[in-house]
């Protein structure tokens, strides 16, 4: 089970985290996570490409080095890079000495200060340490594009309907939401242009 949008509780209860920019400016800042992969990360690349816009990649650190060409485009074209494990392991699932040291084996791949915990799931210790050297990005707006259950339509109602100045919108380069993530990303890029939004890496 997931929600959409992020509970204001978890954002209460984690407020060093990073969930959303600033609510006054019309920006948007969309991140993808789990990449980069064929087919889906050339996509993505030219989605953005052909509308100007750079975003934030959270990078699983075996795909970046199966993958090495995919992420010096991702960084040929501006974009961003965020740290996100080596093997995509779930915090609450993993021991603090495990969890870390997969994190530094992915930043020597990404060389970033951001960091985004897989599934959104990590523990108070883990957090604290991080916190050392990395910006925590969360989100506001979960597209569920990675949910094979739900249709394309309802992925672009998901962020067009719940996104709103300074939002942190997620979608995911990996094969599970390819289907959802080649119609919804173009069609809510052009409704958030329409209503006047810009769009900026974190």
Known sequence: MYLTTAPLLLQWL????????NRSKKHIFLTFDDGPIPDV??????TLKNYDIQATFFCVGENIKKHPDLFACLLKNGHRIGNHTY????GWKTPDSIYLQNIDRCQQLTQTNLFRPPYGRGTRSQYKYLQKNYDI?????????????????????NVITHTRNGSIVVFHDNVKATPRIHYALPRA??????????????
């Open 137 to 157: 990005i969360m989100w506001d707006v979960l597209s569920g594009d990675f949910d094979t259950k739900i249709s394309p339509e309802k992925c672009l109602r």
């Open 189 to 202: 890029i052009e409704h958030w242009l329409a209503e006047g939004y810009e769009f900026g890496v974190l």
């Open 87 to 90: 093997n995509h392991l779930n």
């Open 41 to 46: 990360t050339p996509f993505v690349i030219n």
């Open 14 to 21: 984690y407020p060093s985290l990073t969930w959303h920019g």
